[in-house]
């Protein structure tokens, strides 16, 4: 197992090179760039970014050489200083060809630098912290809450497979799956947040302005109070594929000839799917874990974060695409993208922890 482990790490160098690579040449295709941000900023002028992103690559705008015109390389820069310019492609390391940029920022990333955003004026690090518990909040509930109803939820229709009880369930959880988290929301503003019926939860942020003053008890009922709807409104999409995998994974198990064997022992129902058949279902849901752990805490949920005005992590990559925040960008890019190899790890050496009988090494060799 250790030989497997390491050669795992070892693909995660290449592997990590290879997708950091590809996104560095595809975000130097796109067109406009951080120096075209910068400028409408000091003109004033919106539309100068607008036309970067009609036309022109991040490449060419950004390739360091003026035109005879002075500044005109660079859309909306008419009229500006050609040093100006310079100071600003040197600022944004734009005086430098791509090459040079892209292994600049691998070596700073092998050291877990992550610099400084371009427009916030403070560290990456600094800012991903900031919005984290806007994250953690909504991520650590939603599969809390996913995982304790859906795994007894398919547990239970796999025992009733067929009944009236698992066709309902079964169309009751694909509606939720259906319809996008972000229409739930609404529905619950409109219903509960004062949109034209009741007002039981608040609309923004994840403590009320008197936070400072409340008790540890009213300080919990507060931020309970406030995640509520967010919760909720993620969640409700996220029981499908996993009660579905639940109980297809039960249902497999339970047609298998040990389950027959133990039954003719006069084991009970109950000893037998919790004895013998949980273990062996849930063996896929519980690797799938880890996995499930990344996408919910870091993948975001930005039309949540932006109808119930919070400031997370979906909110901070989308404003990082869209203002060209390089560092912002590549710098959460690496993390998770490390992050998720190795979750990907951790999921096999998960399977090893429920079946020791697993043997990855084996089956590589």
């Given at each position: 197992m250790i030989r497997y482990v390491l050669h795992r790490l070892l693909l995660v160098v290449p592997t990590l090179f290879g997708i950091m690579t590809i996104n560095f040449l595809i975000v130097q295709a796109a067109p406009g760039g951080p120096v075209e941000q910068a400028i409408a900023e000091l003109t004033g002028d919106a539309t100068a970014t607008t036309s970067a992103l009609a036309g022109g690559s991040a490449g060419e705008l950004?390739?360091?050489?003026?035109?005879?015109?002075?500044?005109?390389?660079?859309r909306g820069s008419r009229g500006l200083d050609p040093d100006m310019i310079a100071d600003l492609e040197q600022q944004f390391g734009f005086?430098?060809?791509?090459?040079?940029?892209?292994?600049?920022?691998?070596?700073?990333?092998?050291?877990?630098?992550?610099?400084?955003?371009?427009?916030?004026?403070?560290?990456?690090?600094?800012i991903v912290v900031s919005k984290l518990p806007v994250?953690?909040?909504?991520?650590?509930?939603?599969?809390?809450?996913?995982?304790?109803?859906?795994?007894?939820?398919?547990?239970?229709?796999?025992?009733?497979?067929?009944?009236?009880?698992?066709?309902?369930?079964?169309?009751?959880?694909?509606?939720g799956?259906?319809?996008?988290?972000?229409?739930?929301?609404?529905?619950?503003?409109?219903?509960?947040?004062?949109?034209?019926?009741?007002?039981?939860?608040?609309?923004?942020?994840?403590?009320?302005?008197?936070w400072d003053q409340l008790g540890i008890l009213q300080r919990a009922a507060d931020y309970l109070w406030h995640v509520s709807l967010p919760v909720a409104s993620i969640a409700l999409g996220g029981f499908a594929t996993l009660t579905m995998l639940t109980k297809n994974s039960f249902l497999e198990e339970i047609g298998k000839q040990y389950v027959l064997t133990a039954r003719a022992k006069g084991l009970t129902e109950r000893r037998v799917l919790l004895g013998?058949?949980?273990?062996?279902?849930?063996?896929?849901?519980?690797?799938?874990?880890?996995?499930?752990?990344?996408?919910?805490?870091?993948?975001?949920?930005?039309?949540?974060?932006?109808?119930?005005?919070?400031?997370?992590?979906?909110?901070?990559?989308?404003?990082?695409?869209?203002?060209?925040?390089?560092?912002?960008?590549?710098?959460?890019?690496?993390?998770?993208?490390?992050?998720?190899?190795?979750?990907?790890?951790?999921s096999d050496l998960t399977y090893t922890l429920v079946d020791p009988r697993i043997d990855f090494e084996s089956n590589e060799a």
């Open positions: 950004a390739s360091g050489e003026l035109s005879d015109h002075g500044a005109s390389a660079y005086d430098k060809p791509p090459h040079e940029r892209f292994a600049k920022m691998m070596w700073s990333y092998l050291r877990f630098d992550f610099g400084t955003s371009f427009f916030q004026d403070a560290s990456v690090v600094d994250s953690v909040s909504l991520g650590l509930w939603t599969i809390l809450i996913v995982y304790a109803i859906s795994i007894p939820l398919g547990i239970r229709k796999a025992v009733h497979d067929g009944t009236k009880f698992d066709v309902w369930s079964s169309g009751a959880i694909f509606v799956y259906a319809v996008p988290g972000f229409l739930f929301a609404i529905l619950f503003v409109i219903l509960f947040a004062g949109g034209s019926f009741f007002r039981l939860f608040p609309l923004r942020g994840l403590t009320s302005d008197n013998h058949v949980f273990r062996n279902a849930m063996l896929v849901v519980i690797s799938g874990f880890p996995q499930a752990f990344l996408a919910v805490f870091f993948t975001g949920s930005l039309l949540i974060e932006v109808i119930f005005s919070l400031d997370g992590l979906g909110r901070l990559g989308y404003d990082a695409v869209m203002r060209r925040d390089y560092p912002i960008v590549f710098g959460t890019m690496y993390v998770f993208s490390l992050l998720g190899l190795l979750m990907n790890l951790a």
